[in-house]
């Protein structure tokens, strides 16, 4: 039995050390800490002002919950820093407690493509490996089926969407953004499902980063506006938008001052508009009853 036991010894000793004498995770059983708790749905003493919810789209819901969430983890930092600065070493605990239960929380990206990057980027640097996935994405388009909407396949624009998206998050200073987000909106509203919104944002992106865009990106989310959302207030202000700042293009410029003066007036006409491009054909919306209503490239992603 001393045998026995003598071998365990030598045996776990030996364990240690090949793996490096690093006993933290064996032996430190995780710290409990101590302190008051309050409701996270209900705080006493505090009014939390409602959420409206009204009307609101899953790209509204999905982009409040993106900003309160990174604002909870802000404020907590803060406030465990605050604490650290004033010795007040309890609190501290406290705060660093919860800091450590969040990392436990898997973050889900409901919606891919809602995680739109700020307004502030500008397409400024020529970046060649920038070019080259611009080019990789159109032909990813081309091979769903752009502008061909008996070819048309989902896998494919999906991908052309992950490659567009992330030429943007790789290489934000390229001046290929604002042509991958004008392509994003292209995707988003004609080849997925209840996406509009989305495709909107991506438009405004695009107009924003480069205001000389040579891409319809205001008309194109105008007409989003008025033909597919049926929202006369938003149309009517991107369609004088249009004239304002997109009056190069004369055909769109044309036919959203006719817009203007037929909603303006209550009147009926409503003359389908060609949209113009001029590196990219814009496709019809594909006749599939498989479209997804999300963008999400893992698995379990079509609710």
Not at 186 to 213: C, G, M, S, V
Not at 264 to 293: F, I, N, Y
């Amino acid at each position: 039995m001393f045998r026995l036991q003598l071998l365990s010894v030598f045996t776990l000793a030996a364990l240690i050390t090949v793996a490096g004498c690093n006993t933290e995770g064996m032996w430190v059983q995780p710290q409990h800490i101590d302190g008051p708790t309050t409701s996270m749905s209900a705080p006493e003493g505090v009014d939390l002002p409602d959420i409206q919810i009204i009307d609101a789209r899953e790209v509204d819901i999905v982009e409040n919950l993106l900003a309160h969430r990174a604002q909870y983890r802000k404020m907590l930092t803060i406030l465990r820093d605050y604490y650290k600065e004033k010795g007040y070493n309890n609190k501290r605990q406290w705060a660093d407690s919860e800091l450590t239960a969040l990392k436990r929380i898997k973050p889900f990206k409901y919606i891919l493509s809602a995680e739109v990057p700020v307004t502030s980027l500008r397409p400024t640097d020529n970046i060649a490996e920038a070019d080259r996935m611009y080019e990789q994405g159109l032909e990813q388009m081309k091979k769903g089926g752009h502008g061909i909407p008996a070819l048309y396949r989902q896998d494919a624009m999906r991908e052309a969407l992950q490659i567009f998206t992330g030429l943007i998050t790789k290489y934000p200073s390229s001046d290929k953004i604002d042509d991958a987000a004008f392509c994003c909106g292209e995707i988003l509203k004609e080849y997925f499902k209840n996406q509009e919104r989305l495709a909107i944002k991506w438009y405004e992106r695009a107009h924003t980063w480069d205001p000389q865009t040579p891409h319809p990106a205001l008309f194109s989310a105008a007409v989003v506006y008025d033909f597919r959302l049926h929202d006369r207030a938003k149309a009517l202000e991107y369609y004088h938008r249009v004239i304002e700042e997109e009056s190069g293009n004369k055909s769109n410029a044309a036919f959203s001052s006719r817009r203007v003066h037929e909603l303006t007036k209550g009147m009926d006409g409503l003359q389908q508009p060609v949209v113009t491009d001029t590196r990219e054909p814009v496709a019809s919306e594909p006749a599939s009853d498989d479209m997804v209503p999300v963008i999400d490239l893992g698995p379990d992603s079509t609710n």
